[in-house]
Protein backbone atom coordinates (compact mmCIF):
# COMPACT_ATOMS: atom_id res chain seq x y z
CA UNK A 1 0.00 0.00 0.00
CA UNK A 2 3.07 2.08 -0.22
CA UNK A 3 2.37 3.44 3.33
CA UNK A 4 -0.38 5.21 2.15
CA UNK A 5 -3.03 6.46 5.53
CA UNK A 6 -6.04 8.18 5.34
CA UNK A 7 -7.69 10.44 8.25
CA UNK A 8 -10.65 9.96 9.15
CA UNK A 9 -11.53 6.73 7.81
CA UNK A 10 -15.28 7.55 8.10
CA UNK A 11 -17.07 11.14 8.58
CA UNK A 12 -20.26 12.39 8.88
CA UNK A 13 -21.20 15.71 8.42
CA UNK A 14 -23.67 18.60 7.71
CA UNK A 15 -24.46 20.52 4.48
CA UNK A 16 -22.79 23.89 4.76
CA UNK A 17 -19.85 22.85 6.66
CA UNK A 18 -16.14 22.69 5.97
CA UNK A 19 -14.58 19.06 5.88
CA UNK A 20 -11.00 18.74 5.48
CA UNK A 21 -9.53 14.73 4.46
CA UNK A 22 -5.60 14.39 4.92
CA UNK A 23 -3.43 11.86 2.90
CA UNK A 24 -0.75 10.73 4.38
CA UNK A 25 2.49 8.89 3.22
CA UNK A 26 5.99 7.76 4.45
CA UNK A 27 7.87 7.25 1.71
CA UNK A 28 8.69 10.97 0.32
CA UNK A 29 6.40 9.99 -2.78
CA UNK A 30 6.45 13.20 -5.37
CA UNK A 31 3.01 12.50 -6.73
CA UNK A 32 -0.28 12.65 -4.61
CA UNK A 33 -3.60 12.39 -6.19
CA UNK A 34 -7.57 12.90 -4.83
CA UNK A 35 -10.10 10.78 -6.30
CA UNK A 36 -13.93 10.44 -5.49
CA UNK A 37 -15.19 6.63 -6.28
CA UNK A 38 -19.27 6.95 -6.60
CA UNK A 39 -21.46 3.82 -8.13
CA UNK A 40 -21.57 4.32 -12.02
CA UNK A 41 -18.75 6.61 -12.02
CA UNK A 42 -15.89 4.71 -11.54
CA UNK A 43 -13.29 7.00 -9.82
CA UNK A 44 -12.21 10.11 -10.58
CA UNK A 45 -10.00 12.79 -10.55
CA UNK A 46 -10.50 15.51 -7.97
CA UNK A 47 -7.17 17.23 -7.60
CA UNK A 48 -3.39 16.35 -7.90
CA UNK A 49 0.03 17.21 -6.84
CA UNK A 50 3.37 17.21 -8.30
CA UNK A 51 5.59 18.11 -5.52
CA UNK A 52 5.06 20.81 -2.70
CA UNK A 53 2.73 23.69 -3.09
CA UNK A 54 2.32 22.55 -7.05
CA UNK A 55 -1.09 21.65 -7.74
CA UNK A 56 -3.19 20.76 -10.34
CA UNK A 57 -7.23 20.26 -10.95
CA UNK A 58 -8.67 16.82 -11.79
CA UNK A 59 -12.31 16.66 -13.85
CA UNK A 60 -14.66 17.17 -10.65
CA UNK A 61 -12.44 20.30 -8.91
CA UNK A 62 -15.47 21.91 -8.16
CA UNK A 63 -16.36 22.92 -4.55
CA UNK A 64 -13.02 21.11 -3.52
CA UNK A 65 -9.60 22.81 -2.86
CA UNK A 66 -6.31 20.71 -1.55
CA UNK A 67 -2.70 21.73 -0.11
CA UNK A 68 0.45 20.37 0.44
CA UNK A 69 2.95 22.12 2.61
CA UNK A 70 4.79 18.99 3.18
CA UNK A 71 5.79 15.96 1.01
CA UNK A 72 3.63 14.09 3.30
CA UNK A 73 0.39 15.48 3.52
CA UNK A 74 -1.70 15.76 0.90
CA UNK A 75 -5.09 17.96 2.16
CA UNK A 76 -8.26 17.97 0.43
CA UNK A 77 -10.88 20.43 1.39
CA UNK A 78 -14.55 20.46 0.99
CA UNK A 79 -15.01 23.93 1.38
CA UNK A 80 -19.09 24.19 2.13
CA UNK A 81 -20.01 20.51 1.59
CA UNK A 82 -22.75 19.93 -0.09
CA UNK A 83 -24.90 16.00 -0.58
CA UNK A 84 -23.74 15.48 -3.78
CA UNK A 85 -20.14 15.16 -2.30
CA UNK A 86 -21.05 11.99 -0.60
CA UNK A 87 -18.44 9.99 -1.94
CA UNK A 88 -15.65 7.57 -0.93
CA UNK A 89 -12.44 9.34 -0.94
CA UNK A 90 -9.60 7.39 -2.30
CA UNK A 91 -5.70 9.46 -2.17
CA UNK A 92 -3.41 7.67 -4.72
CA UNK A 93 0.49 7.90 -4.79
CA UNK A 94 3.22 6.98 -7.11
CA UNK A 95 6.44 5.55 -5.49
CA UNK A 96 9.56 7.59 -6.58
CA UNK A 97 10.81 11.13 -6.64
CA UNK A 98 10.20 11.39 -10.89
CA UNK A 99 7.02 9.32 -12.02
CA UNK A 100 7.23 7.97 -15.64
CA UNK A 101 4.99 6.89 -18.25
CA UNK A 102 4.74 3.33 -16.84
CA UNK A 103 3.95 4.43 -13.28
CA UNK A 104 1.21 2.64 -11.45
CA UNK A 105 -0.07 4.28 -8.76
CA UNK A 106 -0.96 3.27 -5.32
CA UNK A 107 -4.23 3.57 -3.29
CA UNK A 108 -4.85 4.60 0.05
CA UNK A 109 -7.94 2.79 2.04
CA UNK A 110 -10.47 5.51 1.50
CA UNK A 111 -12.47 7.75 3.94
CA UNK A 112 -16.22 7.49 3.30
CA UNK A 113 -17.68 10.61 3.56
CA UNK A 114 -21.72 11.39 4.36
CA UNK A 115 -23.27 14.89 4.37
CA UNK A 116 -26.43 15.27 5.46
CA UNK B 1 -14.13 12.97 -24.87
CA UNK B 2 -12.36 10.12 -22.95
CA UNK B 3 -13.87 6.90 -22.09
CA UNK B 4 -13.32 3.78 -21.10
CA UNK B 5 -16.27 1.26 -21.57
CA UNK B 6 -15.69 -2.19 -19.55
CA UNK B 7 -18.04 -4.99 -20.04
CA UNK B 8 -19.49 -6.82 -18.82
CA UNK B 9 -20.78 -4.79 -15.73
CA UNK B 10 -21.07 -7.99 -13.73
CA UNK B 11 -19.99 -11.65 -13.70
CA UNK B 12 -20.68 -14.65 -12.01
CA UNK B 13 -18.35 -18.30 -12.23
CA UNK B 14 -18.07 -21.16 -10.50
CA UNK B 15 -14.53 -22.08 -8.72
CA UNK B 16 -11.78 -23.30 -10.89
CA UNK B 17 -12.97 -21.49 -14.25
CA UNK B 18 -11.38 -19.21 -16.65
CA UNK B 19 -13.29 -15.84 -17.46
CA UNK B 20 -12.25 -12.98 -19.69
CA UNK B 21 -12.95 -9.14 -19.16
CA UNK B 22 -13.11 -6.47 -21.78
CA UNK B 23 -12.05 -2.98 -22.08
CA UNK B 24 -12.33 -0.77 -24.77
CA UNK B 25 -10.98 3.02 -24.93
CA UNK B 26 -11.08 6.02 -26.70
CA UNK B 27 -8.36 7.95 -24.96
CA UNK B 28 -6.13 10.28 -26.82
CA UNK B 29 -2.88 10.05 -26.77
CA UNK B 30 -2.51 7.01 -24.96
CA UNK B 31 -0.38 6.71 -22.42
CA UNK B 32 -0.44 3.09 -20.66
CA UNK B 33 -3.36 0.75 -19.60
CA UNK B 34 -3.60 -0.44 -15.99
CA UNK B 35 -5.55 -2.97 -14.87
CA UNK B 36 -6.38 -2.88 -10.91
CA UNK B 37 -8.58 -4.72 -8.41
CA UNK B 38 -10.45 -3.67 -5.62
CA UNK B 39 -12.26 -5.82 -2.85
CA UNK B 40 -15.18 -4.62 -1.07
CA UNK B 41 -14.22 -1.44 0.90
CA UNK B 42 -10.62 -1.39 -0.04
CA UNK B 43 -8.67 0.51 -2.39
CA UNK B 44 -7.83 -0.78 -5.76
CA UNK B 45 -4.28 -2.64 -6.15
CA UNK B 46 -2.88 -2.64 -9.22
CA UNK B 47 -2.09 -5.86 -11.19
CA UNK B 48 -0.71 -4.93 -14.32
CA UNK B 49 0.46 -2.16 -16.60
CA UNK B 50 0.81 -2.09 -20.18
CA UNK B 51 2.70 0.70 -22.48
CA UNK B 52 1.53 1.36 -26.10
CA UNK B 53 4.67 -1.49 -27.54
CA UNK B 54 3.42 -3.94 -25.40
CA UNK B 55 0.39 -6.40 -26.59
CA UNK B 56 0.16 -8.75 -23.15
CA UNK B 57 1.21 -8.73 -19.90
CA UNK B 58 0.72 -11.29 -16.61
CA UNK B 59 0.57 -11.35 -13.09
CA UNK B 60 0.43 -14.77 -11.78
CA UNK B 61 -3.06 -16.13 -12.76
CA UNK B 62 -3.73 -12.83 -14.39
CA UNK B 63 -2.94 -11.94 -18.16
CA UNK B 64 -3.92 -8.51 -19.55
CA UNK B 65 -3.83 -8.27 -23.72
CA UNK B 66 -3.68 -5.15 -25.46
CA UNK B 67 -4.67 -3.61 -29.11
CA UNK B 68 -3.82 -0.34 -29.54
CA UNK B 69 -5.13 -0.69 -32.99
CA UNK B 70 -8.68 -1.64 -32.03
CA UNK B 71 -8.17 0.15 -28.75
CA UNK B 72 -9.29 -3.36 -26.52
CA UNK B 73 -7.72 -5.01 -23.62
CA UNK B 74 -8.89 -7.76 -22.15
CA UNK B 75 -7.94 -9.67 -18.46
CA UNK B 76 -8.43 -13.10 -18.49
CA UNK B 77 -8.38 -15.06 -15.05
CA UNK B 78 -7.11 -18.92 -14.99
CA UNK B 79 -8.38 -21.27 -12.61
CA UNK B 80 -10.42 -18.74 -10.43
CA UNK B 81 -10.37 -18.27 -6.95
CA UNK B 82 -12.96 -17.49 -4.38
CA UNK B 83 -10.33 -14.67 -3.27
CA UNK B 84 -10.72 -13.17 -7.50
CA UNK B 85 -14.33 -12.05 -6.11
CA UNK B 86 -14.26 -8.17 -6.77
CA UNK B 87 -13.83 -5.10 -9.03
CA UNK B 88 -11.72 -5.11 -11.76
CA UNK B 89 -11.00 -1.89 -13.28
CA UNK B 90 -9.58 -0.46 -16.75
CA UNK B 91 -7.65 2.51 -16.37
CA UNK B 92 -6.05 4.60 -19.19
CA UNK B 93 -3.85 7.60 -19.22
CA UNK B 94 -3.24 10.10 -21.08
CA UNK B 95 -1.17 12.24 -19.43
CA UNK B 96 2.84 11.22 -19.93
CA UNK B 97 3.40 13.81 -17.19
CA UNK B 98 1.52 11.03 -14.56
CA UNK B 99 -1.44 13.53 -14.48
CA UNK B 100 -4.65 12.02 -15.46
CA UNK B 101 -6.21 8.71 -16.44
CA UNK B 102 -9.62 7.81 -17.29
CA UNK B 103 -11.19 5.12 -15.28
CA UNK B 104 -13.92 1.94 -15.93
CA UNK B 105 -16.65 1.78 -13.94
CA UNK B 106 -15.05 -1.78 -13.19
CA UNK B 107 -16.40 -5.07 -13.59
CA UNK B 108 -17.87 -7.06 -10.59
CA UNK B 109 -16.64 -10.60 -10.54
CA UNK B 110 -18.05 -13.59 -7.99
CA UNK B 111 -16.52 -16.83 -7.85
CA UNK B 112 -18.90 -19.08 -6.35
CA UNK B 113 -17.58 -22.78 -4.87
Known amino acids: DAGITQSPRHKVTETGTPVTLRCHQT?????MYWYRQDPGHGLRLIHY???????DKGEVSDGYSVSRSKTEDFLLTLESATSSQTSVYFC???????????????FGPGTRLTVL | KNQVEQSPQSLIILEGKNCTLQ??????????LRWYKQDTGRGPVSLTI?????NTKSNGRYTATLDADTKQSSLHITASQLSDSASYIC????????????FGDGTTLTVKP
Open chain 1, 92 to 106: ATIPGERATYTDTQY
Open chain 1, 27 to 31: ENHRY
Open chain 1, 49 to 55: SYGVKDT
Open chain 2, 23 to 32: CNYTVSPFSN
Open chain 2, 50 to 54: MTFSE
Open chain 2, 91 to 102: VVSYNTNAGKST
